[in-house]
């Protein structure tokens, strides 16, 4: 008897339209992405005469002041107790962070004390003083 040996039939994968595909999927998610843009509040920084700009975003918490004493951190408003918790889980969830601090110009020196206090409690030692810098 004779056994008849079935051939192998190999499946391709059809690769003429792969580039075709990448390319849709390049602008779906080019299209569908959502930017965030920080609103803060509304306040005027103060101008300094060396400035160094941060390169990276990424790991960047806002925390704002204003004039009347508002902080804002992240779009989120709050007062000076609850800015211990909220960096705290932020550090938590990413100890590399950059606390970037933007305090109006004219903003109370007692209510920023308070929040770099509440800060140093946090372990958010990395803190960067926002500033606009001053035209010569």
């Given at each position: 008897m004779k056994f008849l040996r079935k051939s192998k039939i190999r499946e391709l994968i059809p690769t003429s339209s792969m580039a075709d595909i990448a390319f849709l999927l390049l602008i779906f998610f080019m299209v569908t992405?959502?930017?965030?843009?920080?609103?803060?509040?509304?306040?005027?920084?103060p101008r300094a005469e060396a400035t160094q700009k941060i390169e990276t975003k990424r790991n960047l918490c806002h925390v704002w002041v204003n004039t009347k004493g508002q902080i804002s951190i992240d779009d989120m408003l709050v007062e000076v107790p609850l800015v211990y918790p909220v960096v705290l889980e932020k550090m938590r969830?990413?100890?590399?962070?950059?606390?970037?601090?933007?305090?109006?110009?004219n903003a109370r020196f007692g209510v920023l004390s308070d929040v770099m206090e509440e800060l140093k409690r946090a372990q958010a030692l990395r803190v960067n003083f926002a500033t606009d810098r001053e035209m010569k």
């Open positions: 992405t959502v930017f965030r843009i920080y609103h803060g509040l509304d306040v005027l920084l969830d990413n100890p590399r962070i950059i606390v970037s601090l933007k305090a109006d110009q």
